[in-house]
């Protein structure tokens, strides 16, 4: 017999009418957390984010989905010590530039960039439409593998 259990909304699955405490296979979480960020980093605008399994990843990573709306940017930046993340910046929709180290680049759907600690960045919308993105982002622990 295969017993699969998957976990929604924080409730452990039950089992012949009993709540045992066992190890969850995998978390799905549905996008209930739009907050927003104003002027991020010394930006303009309003980012709206979105933040998935904050409260389940043992790893310590962080999976946000932004959306920037035409003008609006997340200023350059540099993480100190403190918060020494390396982050990962995924374009789902539309397009913006990026600042890496004083450089352009120009970003859109279907680019990655991986952006490594002690490295200012920052990035504006200066597309027509909604720029949707997924940034991933973790303290680093390591050097890369």
């Known amino acids: 017999m295969l017993l699969r259990l998957g976990q929604e909304s924080g409730k452990y699955g039950l089992f012949n009418n009993l709540s045992y405490r066992i190890k969850i296979m ?6 209930t957390s739009n907050f927003s960020f104003e002027n991020v980093n010394g930006g303009k605008g309003i980012i709206q984010a ?5 409260e389940h990843s043992q790893t310590g990573f ?3 989905v932004w959306e920037l709306l035409p003008g609006d940017s997340e200023g350059i930046h540099t993480h100190d010590k403190k918060y020494d993340y390396e ?3 995924y374009i789902i929709d539309g397009k913006g530039m990026m600042t890496i180290n004083n450089e352009e680049v120009e970003v859109k759907k279907g680019d990655a960039i991986l952006i490594p600690t002690g490295v200012e960045h920052g990035l504006i919308n200066n597309g027509n439409k ?3 993105l997924v940034l991933l982002f973790e303290k680093v622990h390591n050097e890369p593998q």
């Open 50 to 54: 979105h933040k998935f399994f904050t």
């Open 62 to 64: 962080q999976f946000h």
């Open 26 to 31: 995998y978390w799905k979480e549905t996008d």
């Open 130 to 132: 909604l720029l949707r």
């Open 87 to 89: 982050e990962i910046y």
